[in-house]
């Protein structure tokens, strides 16, 4: 048993290294990849059920091996989102968000309720009883939701960059902005590699003043710091 506790413990400590790192980040998902992922854990389950089923595999080393992949998730989830709090103390306080009940509240609602049931999960709340798949479950659940708590749908323009997801965009980096439509907002900026690239986000009409102004403001106060940064592509080119 302390064998088992000690091998779970170390393999959330290294997924929450990992997930500190960010070494899976949501830019780095594609349909493609989401999709052969998904395949991937349902071979898995399906190789262990069949092994289940025919004897070759004992319903002990089937939940243990289950504990163990629950661990990985909760590690990862939690040391993405720690990783995600500190990131957000270092780019500053919000100068602005768009803030709706669906890019807002709604992501948090639902984030919160995968909490209080990872909660559940752990057997806390009721008082046992207490199992390994049922804690390990119960982390993994607490892990995605304290992630879902910090990650924001929409860009958030803070005192130092713009996050983008899980992607932090300093004011030195961005280049340019322009309308892309009517209430579409296109930013351009160099990623860490010094590539020209660009996103777009959906400004409501009420605040299209507001962030003008902001990218003007940012955009002055950075522009020696992008202008290094523009010369520097422009001689590895």
Same mark, same amino acid.
């Given at each position: 048993?302390?064998?088992?506790?000690?091998?779970?413990?170390?393999?959330?400590?290294?997924?929450?290294?990992?997930?500190?790192?960010?070494?899976?980040?949501?830019?780095? =998902?594609?349909?493609?990849?989401?999709?052969?992922?998904? =395949?991937?854990?349902?071979?898995?389950?399906?190789?262990?059920?069949?092994?289940?089923?025919?004897?070759?595999?004992?319903?002990?080393?089937?939940?243990?091996?289950?504990?163990?992949?629950?661990?990985?998730?909760?590690?990862?989830?939690?040391?993405?989102?720690?990783?995600?709090?500190?990131?957000?103390?270092?780019?500053?306080?919000?100068?602005?968000?768009?803030?709706?009940?669906?890019?807002?509240?709604?992501?948090?609602?639902?984030?919160?309720?995968?909490?209080?049931?990872?909660?559940?999960?752990?057997?806390?709340?009721?008082?046992?009883?207490?199992?390994?798949?049922?804690?390990?479950?119960?982390?993994?659940?607490?892990?995605?939701?304290?992630?879902?708590?910090?990650?924001?749908?929409?860009?958030?323009?803070?005192?130092?960059?713009?996050?983008?997801?899980?992607?932090?965009?300093?004011?030195?980096?961005?280049?340019?902005?322009?309308?892309?439509?009517?209430?579409?907002? =296109?930013?351009?900026?160099?990623?860490?590699?010094?590539?020209?690239?660009?996103?777009?986000?959906?400004?409501?009409?009420?605040?299209?003043?507001?962030?003008?102004?902001?990218?003007?403001?940012?955009?002055?106060?950075?522009?020696?710091?992008?202008?290094?940064?523009?010369?520097?592509?422009?001689?590895?080119?």
């Amino acid at each position: 048993m302390y064998l088992i506790i000690t091998f779970l413990g170390l393999s959330f400590l290294l997924s929450f290294w990992m997930g500190y790192r960010r070494m899976l980040r949501l830019q780095h =998902l594609n349909q493609h990849r989401v999709v052969n992922g998904f =395949l991937g854990i349902m071979i898995i389950l399906t190789l262990l059920s069949a092994g289940q089923w025919m004897d070759i595999i004992s319903q002990d080393i089937a939940a243990h091996f289950t504990m163990f992949l629950y661990s990985l998730v909760a590690g990862f989830f939690l040391g993405f989102a720690f990783k995600m709090v500190f990131l957000k103390q270092k780019v500053g306080e919000i100068e602005y968000v768009f803030r709706s009940f669906w890019t807002d509240a709604a992501p948090n609602i639902i984030a919160i309720l995968i909490i209080v049931f990872g909660i559940y999960r752990t057997g806390i709340l009721h008082l046992g009883p207490y199992t390994g798949i049922g804690i390990t479950s119960g982390l993994s659940l607490l892990g995605f939701g304290f992630w879902g708590l910090t990650v924001k749908i929409v860009p958030e323009f803070r005192d130092d960059g713009i996050l983008i997801l899980d992607q932090c965009v300093y004011w030195k980096k961005v280049v340019a902005y322009r309308w892309k439509s009517e209430h579409v907002l =296109l930013i351009e900026y160099y990623t860490q590699n010094d590539k020209l690239t660009d996103f777009t986000t959906y400004i409501p009409p009420e605040d299209e003043l507001v962030i003008e102004r902001l990218l003007a403001k940012k955009l002055k106060e950075y522009h020696q710091d992008r202008k290094e940064t523009m010369t520097k592509s422009e001689d590895e080119l």
